[in-house]
C-alpha cells in the first residue's frame, strides 16, 4: 500500500477543539473520531458531523457539559451545536443547505391564489430547515458478543483509545486525531475564531490499522476480519456500498466477497435503517453504480427485488437498452436532490416485465404506469416511507407518461396540474428529465419547454371551489336562496365553468350565469 502523505495544514471548527480542551483540562483524554477525522484528511472543509472519544465516563462528560443529554445505552453523550456555542461564548453557522434542487419551474408563490391545503403544503415543505447533528462523546468501549446482528449484547468501556478503534467499521473510520493540551491551552486562553488553521505539528494522527494508506489507495476495508465485522453488525453491508459510491472508493476483494457470503444477515436490519442507507446511496454521485454494487453484493434482492426482474426485458421504440439498464441510467441523470424523487425515477418503469406483451411484433407495456404505482407504493410502504411520502411515489409513478399536445386546452393543463398536485410538478419534470436522459433522448423538447410556461401562466388560474369570486353568502343574497345542499351544488356547477374559462371567474358574470343553473338544479 502506498502511505497517504500527511496535510502540511489542516482546517477544522473549533467547537469539537473546544469538548478536546475541556476533557482534557479536565483530567482526561480525548480524541476525534470517525468520518469527520478521514474528511478531513481528505480535504473536505464543509463538515458538520463530528465524534469525539474519551475514556470519560459518561456521568463525568454530563457533569463538564451541563446542557448534554445521554439517552442510550452505549456510553454517547450529545450536545447540540447551538448549546455547545453558548457553553464555549462561540457563535452558531448557518448550517449547510445539503439538498440543492435545480431551480423551480412552478414556483407557487408567483401563484395569485392557491386552494388552503396547497398553501399549508408548501409552507410545511419551505419551513423544514437543515439542521446540523449534535455533537458526540463517546467513552471507550470495547464490544462484547453480537447476537442480533445488529448490536452488542454487553458494552465494556474500553481502556484505551486503540481499544476503542479496535471495534470500529472500516479502517478509514478508525483514524484518531490528538492534540497536546498545551496547543489547546494557547488556542483557548485567547477568543479563537470559528475555524482554526492547524500546522501539522499541531496534532497528532493514530491509525493503527493502516486506514491513511487505504484512504491514499481509494479503498474500503474493514478493520480485521471482514465476516466477523459483518457478522457484528449487518448493517455495515450497506454501509460498505454506501461509502463506495460516496467517496468513489473500491471496495477491497477480501470484504466484497464477504458481504456477498453474509448478505442474507441483512434481514435482521430494521427496513428503516436499510432506507436511510439507501437514500443515501442515491444521493450519492453515484447512484447508479451503488444499485449495481448492491446487485453484484447480493444485497439487492434483500432490498428491491422488483427490480430483478427488469434485466433482460427488451424495449422498442426510442430504447436501446432493456428496462434494467435504462431505469439505472434514468437515475443516473435524475437533476433532483430529494431521494423520493430519486426513488420514483429508479422505479418508474417498475411494471414493465409484467406488462410486456410482443403480440404485435414490436414490446408494448400498456398500462405499465398504472400496475408500477401500485408496486411503487408497497415498496415505499415496506421501506416505512411517511404516508405523504408513499403518496408523493405513488403520483410520481403513475403520472411519469404524462403526454402534452399544443391544442390541450388550459382546462387540461389545469386538470394536470391539479392531479398531479402543485407541489410535485418540478418532481415529475424531474422524473422526466431522467427518463429522457437515461434514454438516449435530449434532455428536453419544445412540447415539454411549452408545457412548462402553460404550467406557468396557469398559476394565476383558480385551483378550488374557493377561489371563485362568489361564495355562498353571496348567492343566498342574490338569489334568495336558502341554506342547504343546493348552493354547493350551484358552485361547484360555477367552478366548472371557470375551470374551462377562467375569464369568467367575475362577481356578475357569475351571479348572472347562477341564475340560469338555479332553475335547473
Not at 493514530?206 to 474500503?220: C, K
Not at 465485522?229 to 471496495?251: G, H, Y
Not at 441510467?329 to 418503469?349: G, M, Q
Request: glycine share 4%; aromatic share 8%; proline share 6%.
Amino acid at each position: 500500500m502506498t502511505e497517504m502523505p500527511i496535510p502540511d495544514e489542516i482546517l477544522l471548527p473549533v467547537k469539537p477543539l473546544f469538548i478536546l480542551h475541556t476533557l482534557q483540562t479536565a483530567g482526561f483524554e480525548a480524541a476525534l473520531v470517525g468520518g469527520a477525522v478521514r474528511d478531513i484528511l481528505r480535504g473536505e472543509t464543509n463538515i458538520t458531523d463530528f465524534d469525539c472519544t474519551t475514556n470519560a465516563r459518561p456521568e463525568q462528560i454530563v457533569k463538564l457539559f451541563p446542557e448534554s443529554f445521554y439517552e442510550n445505552d452505549f456510553g454517547t453523550v450529545s450536545i447540540t451545536p447551538e448549546e455547545l456555542a453558548k457553553q464555549a461564548g462561540l457563535s452558531t453557522p448557518i448550517p449547510p443547505n445539503a439538498v440543492q434542487s435545480h431551480d423551480r419551474v412552478i414556483d407557487v408563490a408567483r401563484a395569485t391564489k392557491l386552494h388552503p391545503s396547497l398553501t399549508e403544503a408548501v409552507t410545511q415543505d419551505a419551513s423544514k430547515e437543515q439542521v446540523l447533528p449534535p455533537y458526540e462523546i463517546t467513552t471507550y468501549r470495547s464490544d462484547g458478543t453480537y447476537k442480533d446482528h445488529r448490536r452488542p449484547e454487553v458494552v465494556e468501556w474500553g481502556r484505551s483509545l486503540e481499544d476503542d478503534l479496535a471495534r470500529r467499521d472500516f479502517t478509514i473510520n478508525a483514524i484518531a486525531l490528538t492534540f497536546d493540551n498545551t496547543f489547546l491551552q494557547d488556542l483557548f486562553a485567547q477568543t479563537p475564531t470559528t475555524v482554526v488553521t492547524l500546522k501539522q505539528s499541531d496534532f497528532h494522527l493514530i491509525d493503527p490499522y493502516s486506514g491513511i494508506a487505504d484512504l491514499e489507495n481509494h479503498q474500503i476495508r474493514t478493520v480485521g476480519d471482514p465476516n466477523k465485522r459483518f457478522a457484528e453488525d449487518a448493517l455495515r453491508l450497506l454501509r460498505t456500498v454506501r461509502f463506495s459510491v460516496q467517496l468513489n472508493f473500491a471496495i477491497e476483494n477480501e470484504t466484497m466477497t464477504a458481504i456477498t457470503q453474509a448478505a442474507e444477515l441483512l434481514s435482521h436490519v430494521s427496513f428503516e435503517r436499510v432506507r436511510d442507507e439507501l437514500f443515501k446511496i442515491l444521493l450519492s454521485p453515484y447512484p447508479k453504480e451503488g444499485i449495481e454494487l448492491l446487485h453484484d453484493a447480493n444485497l439487492l434482492q434483500h432490498i428491491l427485488p422488483e427490480l430483478l426482474a427488469m434485466q433482460g426485458v427488451l424495449q422498442g421504440g426510442h430504447h436501446t437498452t432493456d428496462v434494467w439498464t435504462h431505469s439505472l441510467d434514468a437515475l443516473a441523470e435524475c437533476p433532483s436532490r430529494d431521494p423520493i424523487v430519486k426513488l420514483a425515477t429508479l422505479l418508474h418503469d417498475v411494471a414493465k416485465p409484467q406488462t410486456f406483451d410482443i403480440s404485435t411484433g414490436t414490446p408494448s407495456f400498456y398500462n405499465h404506469e398504472v400496475i408500477g404505482a401500485r408496486i411503487a407504493k408497497t415498496i415505499a410502504q415496506r421501506l416505512k416511507l411517511s404516508k405523504r411520502n408513499i403518496d408523493r411515489i405513488f403520483i410520481l409513478v403513475r403520472y411519469h407518461m404524462f403526454y402534452y399536445q399544443p391544442n390541450m386546452s388550459d382546462a387540461a393543463i389545469r386538470r394536470f396540474m391539479r392531479k398531479v398536485g402543485l407541489t410535485n410538478i418540478d418532481d415529475i419534470l424531474a422524473v422526466r428529465e431522467g427518463d429522457r436522459l437515461g434514454s438516449g433522448a435530449k434532455k428536453t423538447s419544445w412540447r415539454l419547454e411549452e408545457f412548462k410556461q402553460r404550467m406557468i401562466a396557469e398559476l394565476h388560474q383558480p385551483f378550488a371551489i374557493t377561489d371563485l369570486a362568489v361564495d355562498g353568502n353571496d348567492l343566498m343574497r342574490e338569489l334568495q336562496l336558502e341554506p342547504g345542499p343546493k348552493i354547493g351544488k350551484l358552485l361547484q356547477a360555477l367552478f366548472e365553468v371557470v375551470l374551462e374559462t377562467p375569464e369568467k371567474n367575475n362577481k356578475t358574470k357569475l351571479l348572472t350565469l347562477a341564475s340560469e343553473l338555479s332553475s335547473s338544479l
